[in-house]
């Protein structure tokens, strides 16, 4: 059987890369995958909890569940606002988007 | 070690190995598409922790809905879709250094954490995760506030997002 540790180290090496992604990107699409890669990772310690505890109460599953609606939803808002600073700006190149800065 | 404890490691590896391309390759659908390779990872990471149903919604509404979107954005800002000029920050190493800082403070809390090499008790007989998610789910003894929150939030944003991104003309 593989220790709860495994899993755990797993979901910690994919949010690392998945911020480092965040950090490092200039394109704001690149940005998003990013995010999605740390979703992802807390899904795994979600569900890895559950499966370590008590599987008879569904908590780390439901909240699995809940971070997929949050997910979709971050990410069809995200692409809308990229899409949308595209047709405006002709660019989605973070670095470029610097209307507020002084 | 056990075939399981192998086949975890081969997994993690692909999804590692692929979430790596996904923050490192220049174009942009390459990306996307190593995306769906690293979600089909964490889904089978998901089948080898009797998670089935969270594996199966995992394969149909990241990889069915939410990759694809991903790939019809890259293709809409198609003029930054080329190979030009870098794409990563000039100072991209300050990135990697709080990604590896991050992720040594958490396998250090980890190791220092007793629960952590727990191993999994064997699933009750007609162990049903299906129903019993859904009674959860329902149940207003349990989640029903949060799913029906979560509802809403997925009907604001298909509301915000065909507003942000309609073109009026």
């Given at each position: 059987m593989v220790p709860l540790s495994w899993y755990l180290l797993l979901a910690a090496a994919l949010f690392g890369i998945g911020l480092f992604g965040v950090l490092v990107r200039r394109n704001a699409v690149a940005i998003l995958l990013g995010v999605e890669?740390?979703?992802?990772?807390?899904?795994?310690?979600?569900?890895?909890?559950?499966?370590?505890?008590?599987?008879?109460?569904?908590?780390?599953?439901?909240?699995?569940?809940?971070?997929f609606a949050v997910a979709a939803a971050?990410?069809?808002?995200?692409?809308?606002?990229?899409?949308?600073?595209?047709?405006?700006?002709?660019?989605?190149?973070?670095?470029?988007?610097?209307?507020?800065?002084? | 070690?056990?075939?399981?404890?192998?086949?975890?490691?081969?997994?993690?590896?692909?999804?590692?190995?692929?979430?790596?391309?996904?923050?490192?390759?220049?174009?942009?659908?390459h990306a996307a598409l190593w995306l769906v390779s690293t979600l089909f990872g964490v889904a089978v990471v998901y089948a080898l922790l009797n998670a089935n149903f969270i594996a199966v919604v995992q394969v149909v509404v990241y990889i069915g809905a939410i990759a694809i979107l991903f790939i019809?954005?890259?293709?809409?800002?198609?003029?930054?879709?080329?190979?030009?000029?870098?794409?990563?920050?000039?100072?991209?190493?300050?990135?990697?250094?709080?990604a590896v800082f991050v992720f040594a403070g958490l396998a250090f809390l980890l190791q220092s954490w007793n629960g952590v090499s727990a191993t999994a008790a064997a699933l009750p007989s007609g162990f049903d995760a299906i129903s019993l998610l859904g009674d959860a789910l329902v149940s207003p003894d349990a989640y029903v506030l949060p799913f029906e929150v979560a509802s809403v939030l997925l009907l604001a944003a298909l509301v915000g997002a065909v507003y942000v991104a309609f073109n009026k003309k």
């Open positions: 890669l740390m979703l992802n990772a807390v899904n795994i310690n979600l569900v890895s909890f559950w499966r370590y505890s008590d599987v008879l109460s569904m908590t780390g599953q439901v909240f699995a569940v809940i971070v971050e990410v069809s808002v995200g692409l809308a606002l990229v899409i949308s600073v595209y047709r405006r700006r002709n660019t989605v190149i973070a670095d470029e988007l610097d209307l507020l800065k002084w | 070690m056990t075939a399981q404890q192998i086949i975890f490691l081969i997994v993690a590896l692909f999804t590692l190995g692929s979430a790596l391309m996904v923050v490192t390759t220049r174009n942009l659908v019809f954005a890259v293709m809409l800002t198609r003029k930054d879709m080329r190979d030009s000029g870098p794409q990563m920050n000039k100072n991209w190493w300050l990135g990697a250094l709080v």
